[in-house]
């Protein structure tokens, strides 16, 4: 081999160019750089062979290994399944309070609800079930289609005015959006409703109104007011208050009678699901 | 043939000199010495020669030690009952737990793993003012697996000069067979090497048969390969080079050694100026150093210890074993190359009497951090809690206001049992609030109540505590959960609050 040009003062190899005196250095790559760089070349050849690597104008090359993500994804979710089985069983033969009585059973029951819970339940109800504007706190006492284990669990399975075939239904009625009452009636009306619920009112309106609520909202709400289950009417003479505790907020629901819908989970989610969120639901501290 | 191991050869034939009567002088070139490391220049093999005497018996008993431990501990077991793994050693990802004969150690414990890292690095601290690089020397694992491969290598291909003469040889069928027993015999130990590490993360035996039917998990023999590769080449191939470019510790205890400490010397206040004997030369008005460069012969590191304490000087010590063999054929005293201090050799060019300073500010202080956190971590672990208690206060909702304006707040608390069998744990709240307490799955409970958890696990137990309305006082109250065992040996009090929504 012909010498190759070294530059006096670095040692280094030069390309051999010349300008008016001027040599470039040739400073060569790192040696571990280099072997980086062609174990890397091998490693990718081999990848093409072993992996899916290349797009067809139908499909893809599979490679050897024929690998694929979603495959893996199909069998682990297949392996968490299995690991659960057993437990799941047991969810599927113990009733609600069996479930509840059985510490290590709670203890898997309560693992899945939440999960379940987060993924479903928590875009309305919130992540710890503290509802919002239209949609029920979960943890309190007060219950619009019941808070025993079993109703619990019926809600979730039907939900409410949802496409379900035995959903719990109920229509509180637009009193003033479709003129079934008069506005002033309304306004009595909602001083008759504030007046339920322990708070200082409008002695004139509340006697006026007093017809018209057995007349309009006792067949539901009760002469008293004080709700009934079978149609989800809510409790007036209590302070909580789905639509807001205010007399605009009463007026509102009077006027355009708001229905919230919450969606039927039987079918969607699994019979063991179901039991687990009833389960959890119980025991965020409202359960009956 | 390669270019470097043609100068080696060519050294190695060039007719030596002799250094002294009987003692020839090697042409050993401290190729890796800084002086001598050029950049863009390949790696100049070092082919370190066998020594012997009482270093490298020192050494070998290390290495027989150190891999002993290495590659016996995970097959010592352990009883602990029925609900805990038997081995001794064993770092148990899967079930979150790790054992050390009669430790054990749970995850929210890492405290403990956390004081282990700090005794290991005052102890590290201590020995290195005290006596320099005994880690790097001894029993650093880069330096105990190069050591055991470059004694395969001696084995196979002879001793230093055997070894030049077969790198510069053609590729004949000897040569051949001789590299393939080589690297053979590398593979094994690496494949042996990532194979123990794994037995570290599961049962040995279990895994052991697993293996050997190849029903592992692909992770066990993932890591046996990965293990095995870098040992291959950090031991086999790239030897000195991990300390000298890719290892921090060498620029650490450049921090960590002063001129007190002790390390591998050349006392060049008796060697210098150093120069063949002739014989019959009178020893007077000379130094004792022969330069026959066994030490450089004997270095692995292939450096030249005569130039002074240097970066890539690991503290073997076998130049210490090279260099008294030589002069004890020369009827000299021992100890020309020798563990001293830079003190003493300034000392004693002074013509002032040398002497060893151990008792010095920094050893004093390493030595009381490390009985210190030593203290702690005994008494941590004589007094660790074999029962535990978190508890994590609902947020989302705060706080619960009831039909008749009581208040409820709710919480999930973590009953742990470090034990070894099932016991009955007594839980009670301890504040200035008259409450109701309901346990999920129990209703209203009276308190203390009985809760039982299982050997080694934790219960996780959901309780709501309510407070009346005419109870309630003020906006937030201190309240304090607290835990024990039925016979009230162990107790764990957690605080938390009881927030009532009240400004």
């Known amino acids: 081999m012909d010498k190759k040009p070294i530059d006096e003062i670095s040692g280094t190899e030069t390309t051999g160019h010349d300008w008016d005196g001027i040599q470039e250095l040739n400073t060569p790559l790192p040696r571990w750089w280099l072997v980086v760089f062609y174990a890397c070349i091998v490693w990718a050849i081999g990848y093409w062979i072993a992996m899916p690597a290349w797009p067809l104008l139908h499909g893809y090359t599979h490679g050897l290994l024929n690998h694929s993500q979603r495959d893996d994804v199909t069998a682990n979710v297949q392996a968490l399944k299995n690991a659960r089985a057993a437990k799941e069983h047991e969810l599927t033969k113990a009733s609600l309070q069996q479930i509840q009585s059985n510490p290590d059973l709670l203890q898997f029951a309560m693992a899945e609800g939440k999960s379940a819970f987060g993924d479903n339940c928590a875009p309305c109800h919130g992540s710890g079930g503290q509802g919002a504007h239209g949609y029920p706190n979960l943890n309190d006492d007060f219950w619009l289609w019941g808070g025993k284990l079993e109703d619990i669990q019926h809600t979730i399975t039907v939900g409410v005015r949802s496409t379900s075939s035995e959903t719990r239904q109920s229509q509180m009625p637009a009193f003033g959006h479709d003129a079934i009452l008069k506005p002033g009636q309304i306004g009595d009306l909602t001083e008759y409703v504030v007046h339920l619920s322990g708070r200082a009112a409008n002695p004139a309106a509340v006697q006026r109104a007093a017809k018209l609520f057995a007349d309009n909202c006792a067949a539901c709400h009760g002469a008293e007011g004080k709700g009934n289950r079978e149609f989800g009417a809510p409790n007036l003479t209590d302070n909580d208050w789905l639509y807001g505790p205010n007399r605009e907020d009463i007026h509102d629901q009077i006027w355009n009678g708001h229905g919230g819908v919450m969606p039927t989970w039987g079918g969607r989610l699994s019979p063991e699901t179901i039991k687990s969120l009833a389960v959890y639901v119980h025991s965020l501290g409202g359960g009956e | ?503």
């Open chain 2, 1 to 503: 043939m390669n270019t470097q191991a043609r100068i080696a050869l060519k050294n190695l034939q060039a007719v030596p000199a002799m250094a002294a009567e009987g003692i020839a002088r090697s042409d050993a070139l401290a190729s890796n010495s800084a002086a001598n490391r050029k950049f863009y220049q390949a790696r100049v093999p070092i082919y370190p020669k066998l020594v012997h005497g009482n270093f490298r018996k020192i050494k070998w008993i290390v290495m027989a030690i150190t891999l002993g431990i290495y590659y016996l501990v995970p097959w010592i077991r352990w009883d602990r009952g029925p609900f805990a793994p038997h081995q001794a050693v064993l770092v148990d990802l899967a079930h979150e737990r790790f054992y050390f004969f009669f430790i054990e150690i749970w995850p929210q414990e890492v405290y403990y793993i956390t004081g282990l890292l700090i005794l290991a690095a005052v102890s590290l601290f201590l020995v290195t003012a005290l006596f320099g690089r005994l880690w790097c020397g001894y029993t650093c694992p880069q330096t105990v697996w190069t050591d055991l491969f470059i004694y395969v290598e001696n084995l196979i291909e002879g001793d230093r000069g055997a070894r030049i003469r077969l790198a510069a040889s053609p590729w004949t069928a000897g040569k051949i067979a001789k590299r393939i027993a080589k690297h053979s015999a590398w593979i094994l130990i690496a494949v042996a090497t990532g194979g123990a590490w794994v037995f570290y993360f599961t049962d040995a035996p279990t895994l052991a048969r697993e293996l050997a039917a190849g029903t592992a998990p692909l992770v066990a023999y993932a890591t046996i390969g990965l293990l095995a590769f870098t040992t291959y080449s950090l031991g086999g191939l790239m030897r000195e080079q991990v300390c000298t470019y890719m290892c921090p510790w060498p620029r650490i205890q450049a921090a960590m050694v002063d001129s007190d400490a002790l390390s591998v010397t050349y006392r060049a206040d008796r060697g210098e100026p150093r120069g063949p004997h002739k014989k019959g030369q009178p020893w007077e008005s000379r130094g004792h150093c022969i330069d026959c460069n066994q030490c450089v012969a004997a270095c692995p590191m292939g450096i030249d210890i005569r130039d002074g304490i240097q970066l890539e000087c690991i503290n073997c010590a076998l130049c210490i074993d090279a260099c008294d063999d030589v002069m004890t054929r020369i009827n000299l005293p021992k100890g020309l190359i020798g563990y001293d201090t830079d003190s003493n050799v300034a000392a004693r060019l002074k013509g002032e009497p040398a002497h060893f300073r151990f008792i010095r500010p920094r050893t004093i202080l390493y030595a009381t951090v490390l009985v210190l956190v030593a203290a702690i971590m005994a008494f941590g672990l004589e007094t660790r809690r074999t029962i535990d208690l978190d508890v994590l206060r609902d947020r989302n909702p705060n706080f619960v206001t009831l039909p008749d304006g009581a208040v409820r707040n709710g919480y999930t608390l973590k009953l742990m049992n470090r034990s070894d069998a099932a016991r009955d744990f007594y839980l009670a709240i301890e504040g200035p609030l008259p409450r109701r307490v309901d346990v999920i799955g129990l209703g209203y409970v009276t308190l203390p109540v009985k809760l039982n958890v299982e050997a080694d696990k934790v219960r996780t137990v959901r309780v709501l505590v309510t407070v009346g309305l005419h109870d309630l006082k003020g906006g937030s109250q201190k309240i304090e959960f607290a835990l024990s065992d039925a016979a009230k040996h162990e107790t764990r009090d957690v605080d938390t609050v009881f927030i009532s929504g009240a400004p």
